[in-house]
């Protein structure tokens, strides 16, 4: 029997107007999931606790069939594993942002325009954490270098017992009622925050950056801490042997700490522009070496959503369907054996907010020994609506697994 999930990061949404009142997946045209629909259970499915921030750490965790009110100890410190940080009982892992903001206020007064830098690339953004670290890093503070515009801090000996804000969740916004507050727990943070701007706005990467008209990297933006989690054996809990394949460290993180393999796929990104052949084909050669699970993650439509572009939302959702999910049930199908398959986003990423958010998601599950021929079902919130419900997102991965 094999397993396979495709994680649709941030597809779902709310009805847009200017695509007459549909979603971006009720818009989309895809055939191969829908036409997958139309033969698998279909349902709406809480993967946000009650009380919890929608983030993808806690959603992934949940689809990934963990309870996040038990597991989750913060975001960071699952990519700082992904990122082969070595992190002692007392360290704390923050995330570290390159984010652009504007120019000319002073930096209390700035406003964030872009969580990502313009999708800076690793190689640059390498460059601008090694320059914050030279500066900024002491017996106990230290910065890593990660994926384009997310990176890591490590405090040795830190503390968790504060609130930071996620970037994506204030774009367009002055930043002064989002920043730490200068006090005993966070106000080292806001201090190398306010140095990194000093320290960025000249260096050779971004203005190279400035004069191609691309957003630059202004300042680090630190938040998501928490301590290194301790998750339960997947295969163990599930009887399978598994891999995740991601451009993105924290579900990397996750799968690492649950004990699965994290397959690296040159050229993938994280954005509309990943390689969703090379990750199409990781999956495929995944379970011909013997794997019997593969989560494949897709950032693109939760970035898309981040950056308020519709169009390229629903391109990637296109693309997603025309290289991902058809082709890897077309190889599926011509193994003979017994396999299912889910199509599931972690969170909803609404265009009008810009942000994630906690509604229920929709899913597609398919088991190849199963056959509901013939129901309308679609991979959309509306029709969601009329299937299955279920209240945590581990149990529907139970459920997907275990029956």
């Known amino acids: 029997m094999k397993y396979l999930i495709v994680l649709t990061d941030g597809a779902a949404d709310r009805p847009v107007e200017a695509l007459g009142g549909k979603t971006p997946l009720q818009t989309a045209n895809m055939p191969n999931i829908n036409q997958l629909a139309q033969h698998s259970e279909v349902g709406l499915v809480k993967t946000i606790p009650d009380g919890m921030s929608p983030g993808s750490d806690a959603a992934n965790l949940s689809v990934m069939g963990y309870d996040p009110k038990v597991y989750h100890t913060g975001?960071?410190?699952?990519?700082?594993?992904?990122?082969?940080?070595?992190?002692?009982?007392?360290?704390?892992?923050?995330?570290?942002?390159?984010?652009?903001?504007?120019?000319?206020?002073?930096?209390?007064?700035?406003?964030?325009i872009d969580h990502s830098a313009g999708d800076i690339t690793s190689q640059e953004a390498a460059q601008l954490i090694q320059a914050v670290n030279e500066k900024l890093s002491t017996d106990n503070i230290r910065f890593y270098p990660g994926f384009s515009y997310r990176h890591a801090m490590i405090v040795h000996d830190g503390r968790t017992d504060f609130t930071?804000?996620?970037?994506?969740?204030?774009?367009?916004?002055?930043?002064?009622?989002?920043?730490?507050?200068?006090?005993?727990?966070?106000?080292?943070?806001?201090?190398?925050?306010?140095?990194?701007?000093?320290?960025?706005?000249d260096h050779p990467v971004n203005r190279a950056r400035r004069e191609k008209g691309l957003n630059t990297a202004?300042?680090?933006?630190?938040?998501g801490q928490g301590r290194k989690?301790?998750?339960?054996?997947?295969?163990?809990?599930?009887?399978?042997?598994?891999?995740?394949?991601?451009?993105?460290?924290?579900?990397?993180?996750?799968?690492?700490c649950a004990g699965l393999d994290s397959i690296d796929v040159e050229g993938a990104t994280g954005t509309l522009h990943t390689n969703y052949e090379g990750k199409c084909q990781a999956a495929i050669q995944a379970f011909r070496q013997g794997k019997d699970f593969v989560y494949i993650h897709l950032?693109?439509?939760?970035?898309?959503?981040?950056?308020?572009?519709m169009e390229g939302k629903i391109q990637c959702l296109e693309l997603i369907d025309e290289k991902i999910t058809g082709p890897l049930k077309a190889y599926l199908d011509s193994t003979g054996e017994d396999y299912k398959l889910m199509v599931v986003p972690d969170h909803p990423t609404p265009l009008a907010l810009r942000t994630h958010s906690s509604e229920e998601v929709p899913f597609v599950l398919y088991d190849s020994r199963k056959d509901s021929k013939g129901q309308e079902n679609s991979y959309s919130e509306a029709s969601g609506a009329k299937g299955l419900y279920f209240s945590t997102g581990y149990q529907l991965t139970d459920y997907f697994f275990k029956g």
């Open 75 to 112: 975001r960071s410190p699952l990519e700082a594993v992904s990122m082969g940080i070595h992190m002692s009982k007392t360290d704390v892992a923050f995330r570290c942002n390159l984010v652009t903001l504007t120019k000319e206020e002073p930096y209390e007064e700035k406003t964030i």
């Open 164 to 201: 930071l804000t996620p970037p994506h969740d204030i774009l367009t916004r002055k930043i002064r009622d989002y920043l730490p507050p200068d006090d005993e727990k966070t106000g080292f943070i806001l201090d190398m925050m306010k140095k990194s701007y000093e320290i960025l706005q």
């Open 218 to 223: 202004d300042s680090i933006w630190i938040w």
């Open 229 to 256: 989690p301790k998750l339960s054996s997947f295969s163990e809990k599930y009887g399978v042997n598994g891999a995740v394949i991601s451009a993105v460290d924290l579900i990397k993180g996750i799968g690492l």
């Open 299 to 309: 950032e693109a439509p939760d970035e898309c959503s981040h950056q308020g572009d």
